[in-house]
């Protein structure tokens, strides 16, 4: 683990977030600022900086991270009425956390294109 990356520390359980998900390569919180009524962020225990920097070898992680994604919105209710799922990645992606991380928003119309 990255000792100074939140998410990281998040997964580890040694900063506080309201779980949603967990088995022992994926964790599923919260986000504490929500965009939308729900919005749970989806991310790999091991560090990966960003979707840019994932490696051939990490596909298999990519891929559990997706089927959680989608069991998520299976349990929490949104598979149905739908949902946006987003990695932010690099500046100009908007991504502000340096620990990849799919957010998954639901709960209202979405719109497109995002900003
Ligand atoms: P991004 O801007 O795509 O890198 O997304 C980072 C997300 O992490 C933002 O939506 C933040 O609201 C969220 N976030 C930052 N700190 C925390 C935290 N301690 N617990 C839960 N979510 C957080
Ligand atoms: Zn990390």
New binding site residues.
């Given amino acids: 683990m990255a000792s100074n990356c939140?998410?990281c520390r998040?997964a580890a359980g040694d900063?506080p977030?309201?779980a949603v998900y967990s088995d022992d390569e994926i964790y599923a919180?919260?986000?504490?600022?929500?965009?939308a009524p729900q919005?749970i962020?989806v991310i790999p225990r091991r560090h990966i900086q960003s979707l840019a920097d994932a490696e051939p070898e990490d596909a298999a992680v990519l891929g559990r991270l997706l089927g959680c994604a989608r069991t998520i919105a299976e349990q929490q209710g949104f598979a149905q009425t739908g949902f946006r799922s987003?990695f932010?990645t690099g500046v100009d992606?908007?991504?502000?956390?340096?620990h990849l991380?799919l957010?998954l928003l639901a709960g209202r119309a979405m719109h497109w294109p995002p900003g």
């Fill in positions: 939140l998410f998040i900063i977030s309201s919180f919260r986000d504490i600022n929500p965009a919005h962020l987003v932010n992606g908007g991504q502000t956390v340096g991380h957010h």
